[in-house]
């Protein structure tokens, strides 16, 4: 006898599973158990952390030298002693980082601006845009700070400062706005040709098609790596130290160099971290809100 064609469901394909089931109690049980698989691994994660750190904690305060470590970074007394001094140069590190952020925002976007200008005309501004950014981003910060801070006041130039937090700062700037202004770069490329052909074809200029078409919606798009840029900065700040501005760095060299104790720099790093993690977190909020908005799913 033939099989009834009508009396089941036919097979599937070979080499193709089943579908889940997509109603009824079926799929609320599968989302359960995906559920309670995602919870195990957290906990089993979080177990892990934590037996990991509890395992380093243990070496490190089992080690014979460990008293001596102590007393030498993690002294009470000398970290109640050099907060005061260490703080007060901790807010130069604040007000350069917040000038040189302001600044760097500024000239990278020009320069991105410029480089994306099209046209035989521009070629002259364009090739300027690119030899900087070549520049300024094969030189190491450190180096451009020894070569701003220190040869620029040697020549004695009339008319040019010689105050070294001047010339930090603008190190600072010149490294920055380079990076900065690919990140533009790229924001502006992100944008789709048909933007600026919109614009062209209603009158507006080249200059006008970049301010009010491709721009605004090119720092959306790159707002988030922009902001890593911002916590980056909020760190190298303290590299202006090696120009002989008393910043936190400075001063706990100062301190060290008194006292022969390290503990002034593990107030510094408390103070730096105290400015850098809120940065991140406030950077991985922005970036989670602007995935949701895209509609992408985030974990």
Request: charged share 15%.
């Amino acid at each position: 006898m033939t099989p009834d064609i009508g009396s089941g469901p036919p097979p599937a394909p070979p080499g193709r599973a089943r579908a889940a089931p997509q109603s009824g109690g079926g799929g609320a049980s599968w989302r359960h158990e995906l559920g309670e698989e995602g919870a195990r691994g957290a906990l089993i994660a979080f177990v892990a952390t934590v037996v990991f750190v509890g395992v380093a904690v243990w070496l490190v305060l089992s080690s014979d030298t460990w008293p001596d470590v102590q007393q030498q970074f993690f002294n009470p007394e000398d970290f109640r002693e050099s907060w005061p001094d260490v703080l007060g140069g901790f807010w130069l590190d604040i007000k350069m980082f917040v000038i040189a952020e302001v600044l760097i925002l500024a000239f990278g976007l020009l320069v991105a601006v410029v480089r994306s200008l099209r046209g035989p005309a521009f070629f002259p501004l364009r090739a300027l845009s690119v030899i900087y950014i070549d520049l300024f981003r094969g030189i190491p910060i450190l180096l451009i700070l020894f070569l701003l801070g220190f040869g620029v006041p040697a020549l004695q130039l009339p008319g040019v400062p010689n105050d070294p937090l001047f010339w930090g700062v603008t190190s600072l700037v010149l490294s920055y706005a380079a990076y900065t202004a690919e990140v533009y770069r790229s924001g502006i490329d992100s944008v789709h040709e048909s933007q600026r052909a919109a614009a062209r074809s209603l009158g507006l200029t080249q200059w006008q098609t970049l301010r009010f078409a491709i721009v605004p919606q090119a720092i959306r798009n790159v707002v988030p790596a922009l902001l890593n840029g911002l916590v980056s900065l909020q760190k190298d700040v303290a590299l202006v130290s090696v120009l002989g501005v008393r910043e936190a760095v400075r001063e706990a060299e100062i301190y060290k160099s008194r006292t022969f104790n390290y503990t002034s720099f593990v107030a510094a790093t408390v103070l730096f971290l105290l400015a850098s993690i809120p940065l991140a977190r406030l950077t991985d909020w922005y970036t989670r809100r602007e995935r949701q908005r895209r509609g992408q799913v985030v974990a």
